[in-house]
């Protein structure tokens, strides 16, 4: 018989609860700017910009230094170890820039993915060691969030049982940890969009990696209401022939959900995967018009698809950084109204904002 000694108090359930429903209030969703050096690195380079210290902070005060509109549209910042001790040209610190505009302060603690030997390629995500002490110490700095990533690829072979169970049980161990800390925990279990499988392919194995993932995080005694989500969505893979609209997407995204992820998630907060910037939010309103009824807020929480023109903007120039900014808004006022069902497109278009995102087997 399974007995059960309390992991939390009734007060610190109640401040994870707080912080993961304020990070998902309605229209508000999340700005991933927590790229590691290297995947910075392959951002920076397109644009001619070289991918220094000085660089990666003065990209990073674009996005952070927008108006006030921001506070409507985005409800939590991921950021990167470094970005947390880096400061504004005015000398004050990201962190309190954040805070000040009442959004929530994440933290990516995971330590990249390593090869699960004896599989075909696959992979599980390190950095277990030391993180309560790093959760203790990011949570002191300001944090109430954090983010781990795990990858998983569909293929003839993939995803393996062991590479379904291992990334399940390396997702609860690190949400446990969290929670003792003080900080809501995104469960990541990226799906990739590799491959040339359809659709249904897609929702099958999304089904069955989020069950292994919930019912990890049920044995690791994970209090669900202190957690977000943060899935791919279902499409077919990006070699497929095969295209599908953004109302079958919602449907199957929508469809896997509502089978694998309790109600008492509050929010599930969609990556973008390599879409494009409209096709992201197109997909995101759609999964949000959905008629199936859904139990959690369904919203954003991207980087490519929240940056990409930010960075064409910019492109390093310093006159164009106000330009930048605003590019920014648009964006996360447009994925805002997505998440709220409500966003009016005229198609897609062909400029920066339709341009696939897709990188091969995407690191962060
Ligand atoms: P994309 O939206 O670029 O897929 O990335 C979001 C993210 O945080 C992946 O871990």
């Known amino acids: 018989m399974t007995h059960q000694y309390p992991a939390l108090t009734p007060e610190q359930k109640k401040e994870l609860a707080d912080i993961a429903q304020r990070i998902v209030a309605p229209g508000k969703g999340i700005l991933a700017a927590d790229e590691s050096v290297g995947s910075m690195g392959k951002r920076l380079d397109p644009i001619g910009v070289e991918n220094t210290e000085e660089n990666r902070r003065r990209y990073r005060q674009i996005l952070f230094s927008a108006d006030k509109r921001m506070q409507q549209y985005i409800g939590g910042v991921i950021f990167f170890h470094e970005t947390m001790y880096q400061n504004s040209d005015c000398g004050t610190d990201f962190v309190q820039i954040i805070k000040r505009k009442g959004i929530v302060v994440g933290i990516k603690v995971d330590k990249g993915v390593v090869p699960l030997a004896g599989t075909d390629g696959e992979t599980t995500t390190q950095g277990l060691d030391g993180l309560a002490e790093r959760c203790a110490q990011y949570k002191k700095d ?86 977000l989500l943060k899935p791919n969505m279902v499409t077919a893979g990006h070699a497929s022939s095969a295209k599908y609209s953004p109302e079958e997407i919602a449907m199957a995204t929508v469809t896997a959900l509502r089978r694998t992820v309790p109600p008492a998630v509050p929010g599930v907060t969609f990556l973008s995967g390599g879409q494009s910037e409209e096709e992201a939010s197109i997909n995101l309103n759609a999964i949000n018009k959905c008629s199936l009824a859904k139990p959690w807020a369904l919203t954003f929480s991207f980087g490519r698809a929240l940056q990409a023109s930010v960075l064409d903007t910019w492109h390093g120039q310093k006159e164009n950084e106000s330009a930048a900014t605003e590019v920014f808004i648009k964006r996360a006022e447009i994925n805002s109204q997505a998440a709220l069902g409500q966003y009016e497109h005229s198609g897609l278009d062909s400029g920066a904002s339709a341009q696939s995102l897709f990188v091969e087997n995407h690191a962060y």
């Open 142 to 227: 300001g944090a109430d969030f954090a983010k781990w990533r795990c990858v998983l690829k569909i293929s003839e072979n993939t995803p393996s049982n062991v590479a379904i169970i291992e990334n399940a049980n390396v997702l609860a161990r690190y949400a446990s940890i969290c929670q003792q800390n003080g900080i809501v925990p995104i469960v990541e279990p990226e799906i990739l969009p590799d491959g040339d499988h359809d659709l249904k392919r897609c929702q099958y194995v999304t089904e069955k990696v989020l069950a292994a993932v919930y019912k990890a995080l049920s044995d690791h005694h994970i209090y669900l209401e202190g957690t």
